[in-house]
């Protein structure tokens, strides 16, 4: 749950960290016409960018425009934080995008209609004023396409900060907004239109993964807040996600690690050809894959993130694309640990990959590289989660003006 009494020290310091006060004088539009009339687009800052297309960079306020009629196979997810939960996203992209949930809401005559494009911001990295000018430029497209209100979606801790930023601007430049915060401190301070807090876990912003129900009862009861009277409004969604109680089926490949092989690549390469069949069965089921953020081959990534690890004397690989060449490896292994269906709880495949896997293990020896080393220490943050190591990897963000600024 996303609930700061139930987080480690050093995630609580983290996140108070990022506690920003109002961006400007308030905004607010008042609703001129039913929900039933109301032409309403997305937002998420889930880093959702074409497969074929421009990626988000680590530091990028930058958006990615989104038909409503898109395949979405087509879409995955460069976001450059790394402190969230993947699964959710991997099972089911409406817990992040709903876009078929809108659809739907559309078809039944719930809202007026869903607008013809939608959008993403990638949430990490940045501090929220540094989004202000996308935001208002979106605001022209939003208004040439007859936009009337927007729900603003966040996955990653920084994210919740992103929503309150999106919905101020766009406010203050005549369009409705509703967002979501998966932390209800930063919307405490930031004190954006209307807010709904979730207490679900990172990464899920609408709960759960397959479940359109209850994705739609979270959406409706946000977009309730689009009627009150004044603001700023900040609401608690009423319902937190129990466990379900059941156990998820077995991871279906006992990994080894140290095996007698000589060389990372080879290590790598053994898990990789131990999980294929298992990959290709959870494609079957899923329809659709989140492997592809890097634009390499999976028989090009293997030799690529391992080359540096097998010749320590040669140049470090290009950070960003080591980044992303990771990406790609884990969702892999994770689309295969969770294979078959049932309900693998928030963190089952990254623990597995961390705790067994040589390829948390190739990961984890980057870390400590990284970390020895002052330049290429904050690199750490985009490599590993927090909860990875147990401890902060530390807090930086850059501003409107492309400064860095740091919490510690």
């Known amino acids: 749950m996303a609930k700061l009494a139930d987080m480690p020290a050093y995630e609580r310091e983290h996140l108070l960290s990022k506690l920003r006060p109002p961006l400007g004088p308030f905004p607010w539009v008042t609703s001129d016409k039913p929900l039933s009339e109301k032409r309403i687009a997305i937002i998420t800052t ?22 409503r009629d898109i395949d979405i196979n087509e879409l995955v997810m460069t976001h450059v934080s790394v402190n969230f939960d993947r699964s959710g ?3 089911d992209i409406n817990v992040v995008f709903p876009i078929e949930r809108f659809n739907e809401l559309e078809a039944r005559g719930v809202i007026g209609s869903s607008a013809a494009v939608h959008y993403s911001f990638m949430g990490g990295g940045l ?16 208004k040439d396409d007859q936009v009337d209100a927007v729900m603003v979606l966040p996955v990653c801790p920084n994210c919740s900060r992103t929503v309150c930023s999106i919905c ?55 977009l309730a807040l689009l009627d009150a009277d004044s603001g700023p409004v900040l609401k608690d969604y009423p319902v937190e996600l129990p466990d379900s109680g059941e156990l998820p089926p077995p991871c279906p490949v006992s990994f080894k690690r140290n095996q007698d092989t000589n060389t990372w690549q080879s290590r790598i390469a053994e898990e990789v050809a131990s999980l294929a069949p298992w990959y290709e069965l959870g494609l079957q089921r899923r329809g659709r894959t989140t492997v592809g953020v890097s634009g390499r081959e999976l028989g090009e990534l293997i030799p690529f993130v391992t080359r540096w690890p097998d010749h320590p004397a040669e ?26 269906p049932g309900d693998y709880g928030v963190g089952y495949a990254e623990q597995i990959i961390f705790e067994k896997s040589n390829l948390g293990a190739l990961i984890m020896a980057y870390v400590e590289c990284f970390d020895a080393n002052e330049q290429t220490k904050p690199f750490v943050r985009v490599l590993t989660s927090r909860a990875s190591v147990g401890r ?17």
């Open 46 to 67: 889930a880093g959702l960018s074409y497969r074929s297309g421009a990626r988000f960079e680590l530091a990028d306020a930058s958006y990615r425009a989104i038909p």
């Open 89 to 91: 996203f991997q099972e």
């Open 127 to 142: 501090l929220p004023e540094a989004y202000e000018g996308s935001v208002r430029e979106l605001a022209q497209y939003l």
């Open 168 to 222: 101020h601007y766009l406010e203050s430049e005549g369009i409705q907004t509703v967002g979501l915060a998966l932390f209800r401190e930063i919307a405490q301070t930031m004190q954006p239109p209307r807010i709904s807090w979730v207490s679900f876990p990172l990464g899920r912003p609408l709960g759960r993964p397959n479940d359109a129900g209850f994705q739609r009862d979270v959406i409706m009861s946000s």
């Open 315 to 340: 140049a470090l690989p290009d950070l960003t694309e080591l980044k992303f060449a990771l990406e790609d490896l884990k969702a892999f292994y994770a689309e295969a640990v969770m294979s078959r």
């Open 392 to 408: 902060s990897t530390g807090s930086w963000a850059i501003g409107k003006d492309g400064a860095v600024v740091t919490a510690d």
